[in-house]
């Protein structure tokens, strides 16, 4: 391959350093564009006894005010719908959305904000998943069972909003095999994206009613239909154009502030622009599920596992929203890339006085491998056996049937992937320093793919245009481009991929879940075999020969053993518009693809200041199965990324709430990992081809976030003998944890509260 398998710059990367691209925040119209703001409720749970918004509409400057009142009384959700877009008569998080405003400018629509009187009955509250599903809790939603929800939404019953039970095998019977039982319990708090570019979005409605929406957005589809939804509007009547996205990592795909500028345009018949402050966005945007997991693992004296039992609780937030596609995750996830015969998984998604939670970057991955690698650990440390080893022992292999996985696994590479980033890091050879530790984890994920479409043409000076609508998060337009070039047998550079918008791409997933690239690219590859293939027809009529002895090649299309006997590939763009079939156009379509596994391993070196229980990362190591990198140079950046994001969830990031609002919403106070803190991630690539995916490419995005936080953890037990059970590892928890073990010998700090029994 010529193009595959290059790391190559990507496309895009000029007009971003130049300024060039524009961002949410940056579009302008011709005309006028006024600014919306939006009244959160400041409570967390209460009812509305009265909305009076008078003396806002009267304001000077003032040109639209809306409530409930404005938009047809519509519930909608993906899942369950359980949703208004203006609270009618109950809020439930605090910055539910009670009015907006849209004014001349953002002093006059902050000061009508203070001008809309809501007289509010405060009710009880829950910011945990736990405490919303203790006995007599009060109800988030009374009327839960009126919401319309798909099928799939089992086991629906006073705070829960779903709740499903996964068995393999019969784990009591594991459970008496096993020669050793280990129970833990564990928790991993909201975490938030913490993109660039909080949500923004500018809104327009014509004299037909057509709204047209610009956002940068993961999913434009997805929002097209919401906003369709909330409005009782045909799809046709909504277009969503996306922007360049600064940042996403799962945080913007539900409709959040789009359907509030909608209504503000409607109503004032003019553009109207929203963006959202930092704060806004920390406390109302879609962060990372908080869960509470217990572990429950019975193991053979030489390690092998035969029995798990696994309780998680989810709070989802106010409503639903995708709290599903996170519990459908961890149901997938929950026994980790093991061999266990005997699974028994309780699943619950509560109802909790919070924002949504959405599908961050590998959604409920993080959360489980901690608890599941974590434990590993213990167990390892317990028989007295190398960590490494353990897990070779279990890994799954190919063929086997996991828990939820949809049938036997494919194109596994467990064992290799784990050898590498040990063999890596010198896992046999290191020596032991005071106070310096080692930790290792295996991340899992299953890639899956989404019903998708693409279209490629050939112009007339030979180069290709492919018409998608993917959102380039990542470097996947130039993973798209060396797709095409490769087929086509041209250079990127003749390659132009073009992001359009809902009225005009075909179809495609959203840009999340690592399922963009295997999607979208599949779909691609396919448009360009077909475009190639029209190509070799127009060529052989030309020079009459037959197909079979064509070679596309360097921007030609010539007969094999005679390269001078040929036309170049403008030329066969030109003849295709007098050709009998006509212009070379292709748009191919891909269906749901089956899960497959992406394995990662990690390991990493810290140091712990026993003073003050500050940790100090030292050298990471990440290896990652990747079927075929098409570009090397992002997929290495993807990893690098997500070791970073992950060492934040580990060490620092934490949602803190305070009577249901949270107390840290600005990057003063929510603390990231930064270039300071960050040691040099070394990436070694896993490649072997996949069964599906174009060229064999596997999804990467996800899987290198996952098993930070464990190997972290594992890394600071193996340094001062302390093990963490809540994350995130600050350094207050670890000096904590090794002062009562100078104190009492314990090594273990508990996670903050047990589960619930399973239903």
């Not at 660039?196 to 500018?202: D, M, Y």
């Not at 409920?364 to 608890?371: E, L, V």
Request: glycine share 8%.
């Amino acid at each position: 391959m010529k193009v595959v398998g290059q790391g190559l710059p990507r496309v895009e990367i000029l007009e971003k350093v130049t300024g060039e691209s524009v961002f949410g925040a940056d579009v302008r119209l011709a005309g006028p564009i006024l600014i919306g703001k939006i009244l959160g409720s400041p409570h967390a749970h209460a009812r509305i006894k009265s909305i009076d918004a008078r003396k806002a509409e009267r304001l000077p400057g003032v040109k639209a005010v809306v409530t409930a009142q404005d938009l047809p009384p519509v519930k909608y959700g993906r899942f369950v719908r359980d949703e208004e877009y203006f609270a009618r008569k109950k809020v439930r998080l605090v910055g539910d959305k009670i009015a907006a405003v849209a004014a001349i400018d953002e002093e006059t629509a902050e000061e009508a904000l203070k001008l809309i009187k809501v007289e509010y009955e405060v009710l009880p509250h829950f910011t945990d998943g736990l405490e919303a599903l203790r006995e007599g809790a009060a109800l988030i939603h009374e009327e839960y069972d009126q919401y319309q929800a798909l099928s799939m939404v089992e086991g629906r019953k006073g705070n829960i909003c779903y709740y499903k039970q996964t068995i393999q095998g019969d784990t009591n019977r594991g459970f008496q095999e096993a020669e050793r039982i280990f129970e833990h319990s564990f928790y991993a708090p909201m975490v938030h994206q913490t993109y660039i570019e909080p949500h923004a979005v500018l809104a327009r409605v014509d004299a037909s009613g057509k709204a047209t929406v610009w956002v940068p957005t993961q999913a434009q589809f997805f929002i097209r239909a919401s906003i369709a939804e909330i409005f009782q509007l045909p799809l046709i009547k909504v277009r969503v154009i996306p922007t360049e996205i600064g940042g996403g990592f799962g945080g913007k795909m539900l409709p959040t502030i789009e359907p509030a500028a909608v209504a503000l345009a409607r109503k004032s018949g003019m553009a109207v622009q929203i963006v959202m402050s930092r704060a806004e966005d920390f406390q109302v945007a879609n962060p990372r599920t908080p869960c509470h997991l217990r572990y429950k693992t019975g193991v053979k004296l030489d390690g092998t596992i035969v029995a798990r039992e696994v309780e998680l609780v989810f709070g989802t937030g106010a409503y639903c929203g995708n709290g599903l596609v996170i519990c459908q995750r961890a149901e997938m996830l929950a026994s980790g890339p093991y061999r266990i015969p005997n699974v028994k998984i309780d699943l619950f998604c509560a109802y909790t006085n919070h924002a949504n939670c959405g599908p961050y970057r590998a959604p409920a991955g993080p959360q489980i491998s901690f608890a599941s690698e974590s434990q590993i650990d213990i167990i390892a440390r317990e028989l007295n056996l190398d960590p490494v080893e353990m897990r070779l022992k279990n890994a799954v292999e190919e063929g086997d049937v996991t828990p939820a996985c949809g049938g036997p696994l494919k194109s596994v590479h467990a064992k290799e992937t784990l050898l590498k980033a040990a063999e890596a890091a010198g896992w046999k050879e290191r020596r032991r320093e005071k106070n310096r530790g080692r930790g290792i984890a295996l991340g899992y994920w299953l890639v899956g793919g989404m019903a998708s479409s693409a279209g490629v043409k050939l112009n007339e000076d030979g180069t290709a245009t492919v018409m998608t609508g993917v959102i380039d998060l990542s470097g996947t337009v130039t993973s798209l481009g060396q797709i095409v070039a490769e087929v086509l047998g041209v250079e990127l550079d003749d390659v132009h991929v073009r992001t359009a918008d809902s009225d005009f791409a075909p179809h495609s997933t959203i840009s999340a879940g690592s399922q963009a690239l295997r999607s979208m690219g599949s779909a691609t590859k396919w448009a360009a075999e077909e475009v190639k293939k029209q190509i070799m027809e127009v060529a052989a009529d030309k020079l009459e020969a037959e197909v079979s002895d064509l070679v596309v090649e360097g921007k030609r299309v010539y007969v094999k053993g005679s390269p001078e006997r040929g036309l170049s590939l403008g030329q066969v763009g030109q003849l295709s518009l007098t050709h009998k079939r006509g212009p070379i156009v292709s748009i191919q379509s891909v269906s749901i693809f089956p899960n497959q596994p992406a394995i990662s391993a990690h390991v990493t070196d810290v140091e712990v200041n026993p003073e003050t229980g500050a940790v100090k990362v030292l050298r990471y190591v990440a290896a990652q199965d990747v079927g075929t990198a098409i570009n090397p140079l992002s997929v290495m950046g993807q990893v690098q990324g997500a070791v970073i994001q992950g060492l934040g969830q580990a060490l620092t990031e934490e949602c803190i709430f305070q009577n249901g609002r949270m107390i840290n919403p600005t990057f003063l106070d929510y603390k990231i990992f930064s270039s300071l803190d960050a040691p040099r991630v070394e990436v070694h690539l896993v490649e072997h081809a996949a069964e599906d995916g174009p060229f064999g490419a596997k999804g990467i995005g996800e899987p290198s976030i996952i098993p930070v936080p464990a190997a972290v953890a594992n890394a600071v037990y193996d340094a001062v003998g302390v093990r963490i059970l809540d994350l995130p590892l600050t350094a207050e928890k670890i000096l904590m944890a090794i002062q009562e073990k100078n104190q009492s010998g314990l090594s273990q700090r508990a996670a903050s509260s047990d589960l619930i029994k399973p239903l």
